[in-house]
């Protein structure tokens, strides 16, 4: 009967094991996932920066446009090619 006790005991500590494994792997993965999420984060900051960038050129050369066409709308005339 000693025998059986045993093999429950070493089952209980190879279940310990085991769950022990799998919370490290989770760990793991959660760091990992924290790791892309902040490397991520940073891209899009930096697309939003150059978005705003490009969206600060095009109102400067719309304004530009504007002054040279001194408040007038462009003509709409058809290029002589046609």
Known sequence: M???QRCI????VTD???TEA???Q???KVAYQ??????LNDVVVGLHRRID???KRT??????????LGGRDAPNEKPPHY
Request: proline share 3%.
């Open 16 to 18: 310990g094991d085991e």
């Open 26 to 28: 989770l760990e793991e």
């Open 53 to 55: 960038e490009l969206f």
């Open 59 to 68: 109102e400067a050369a719309e304004r530009a446009l504007q002054n040279e």
């Open 22 to 24: 799998r919370l490290l």
């Open 34 to 39: 924290d790791k892309t999420i902040a490397e």
């Open 2 to 4: 000693a025998h059986p």
């Open 9 to 12: 005991r070493l089952r209980a």
